[in-house]
Nanobody
Framework: QGQLVASGGGSVQAGGSLRLSCAVS????????MAWLRQAPGKEREGVAT???????SYLDSVKGRFTISQDNAKNTLYLQMNSLKSEDSAMYYC????????????????????WGQGTQVTVSS
């Protein structure tokens, strides 16, 4: 069974940037639908961005134009570049994968993913 290890979280001021990384081992990340989900205190987990096996990407409306999801197949690593961060982006961020291709209506659902990383905390102060 594969393993996902997320890193790169931290504390930044509003307007700042962070890059999250997710190192995948045990299988090729490029074969799966990969995504970043997040969960803020008192809120449900939500899909932030996804990249499919064909390279297509989708984003949560509130992060479009600010976040970019990408994948380095040679390093078997998933990334999330986060720019112009806002206080509402503060959350625990999880990298996840699914062996089943997702659709625009399903990729944001946490229960669609069968592999999860441990999470990395992002805190944005205003």
């Amino acid at each position: 069974q594969g393993q996902l290890v997320a890193s790169g979280g931290g504390s930044v001021q509003a307007g700042g940037s962070l890059r999250l990384s997710c190192a995948v081992s045990g299988y090729a990340a490029s074969r799966d639908c990969m995504a970043w989900l997040r969960q803020a205190p008192g809120k449900e987990r939500e899909g932030v961005a996804t990249i499919d096996s064909d390279g297509s990407t989708s984003y949560l409306d509130s992060v479009k134009g600010r976040f970019t999801i990408s994948q380095d197949n040679a390093k078997n690593t998933l990334y999330l570049q986060m720019n112009s961060l806002k206080s509402e982006d503060s959350a625990m961020y999880y990298c996840v994968s699914s062996s089943i291709r997702q659709t625009p209506s399903t990729w944001k659902r946490p229960d669609e993913y069968n592999s999860w990383g441990q999470g990395t905390q992002v805190t944005v102060s205003s």
